[in-house]
C-alpha cells in the first residue's frame, strides 16, 4: 500500500515551471530520501506533500486520503494532514522550555493530561534528554536542540515523517549520530519518512528508497544499491558517485565477434556488446 501519492503534480512561480508533472508513490512504512542538488525541487516536493505549498495542478493523497486535487481545488491545510515535521533549523519555539515545545501539539488537540506526561516521558527517555525538560532552546547545544525536535514526532506519533535536512547544521561527528537515531525514529514509529538532503551519503545510508532528481524531473528511483550501482543516466552516475567518475568519448567497434573500445589511441577489449558495427560512445570509470 502507499502511504504517499504524487499523481501529475505540477508547481508554477509565475510563468516558471518548477515541477513538471510529477508522478511518485511512497509505500507505507518505507524511509524515502528525495535527493539532488540544490534547485533540483526536492523541497518544492517536499513543502507540497505536507501542504507548505499548494500545486498548481495534479492530484495528491496521504494514507488513501485526498489532500490536494487541482480538478477541484480542494486542499487540506497543513495542521489537518497528520503530519510530522523535521526542519533545518529544527523549528523550536524560543519562549517555551523543552518540555512545551514537545508536548504543545498534544495540548493543543487536547489529549489528556496523564497521556501527555507519559508521552513526554518517553519521548525524552528516547533521546536521552531526561533532565533536560526545564530548559529554553537557547540553554541547548544544535544537537540537543535536534533531539527535541525529534522527541516532539515521538510524542505526536505521526505515520508520515517529513525532514527538510535537517543534519546539515550539525558537525560531522554529530551528523553520523544522528543519522541513526533518525532512522531508528522511523523504524519504531513504523513511519512513512521522507528525507530531503544533498548528501549523497546520508541518502545511501540511510534509506529504504533514494528519488533523484534533477530540473524537478525524478530521474531514478531505486534501492541504494542500485542507484550506485546500476545508475539511469550520467546525471545520476556523476551525482552519486563516490570517488567521482571520469567520463571520456571513445569509438566502440565490432571485430571477428569482438567488441573493441577505442579511447584516444588505446584499445579496451570489451565483454561483447550488441548493437552497430561501430558507433561513438560516452564511458565512465570510477578507477
Known sequence: MNEVSLKGITKYYGSHLAIPPLDLEIPKGKFVTLLGPSGCGKTTTLR???GLEQPSGGELTLAGKTVYSGRDGSFVPPEKRGLGFIFQSYALW?????????TLALQQAKRPKEEIAARLSEALKKVQLEHYEDRFPSELSGGQQQRVAVARLIAAR?????????LSNLDAVLRTEMRTELKRLS???????????????????????????????????????????EPANLFVAEFIGDPRIN??????????????????GIEVVLEQVTGPASRAMTCSSTT
Open 187 to 229: 523504524r519504531d514509529l513504523g513511519a512513512t519518512t521522507v528525507y530531503v538532503t544533498h548528501d549523497q551519503v546520508e541518502a545511501l545510508t540511510m534509506s529504504d528508497i533514494i528519488v533523484v532528481m534533477k530540473d524537478g524531473v525524478i530521474q531514478q528511483i531505486g534501492s541504494p544499491y542500485e542507484i550506485y550501482h
Open 48 to 50: 507540497i506533500i505536507a
Open 94 to 102: 524560543p519562549n517555551m522550555k523543552v518540555d512545551k515545545n514537545i
Open 158 to 166: 505521526n505515520s508520515i515523517l517529513l525532514m527538510d535536512e535537517p
Open 247 to 264: 567520463v571520456f568519448e571513445g569509438i566502440l567497434e565490432q571485430r571477428a565477434g569482438r567488441s573493441i573500445l577505442k579511447l584516444h
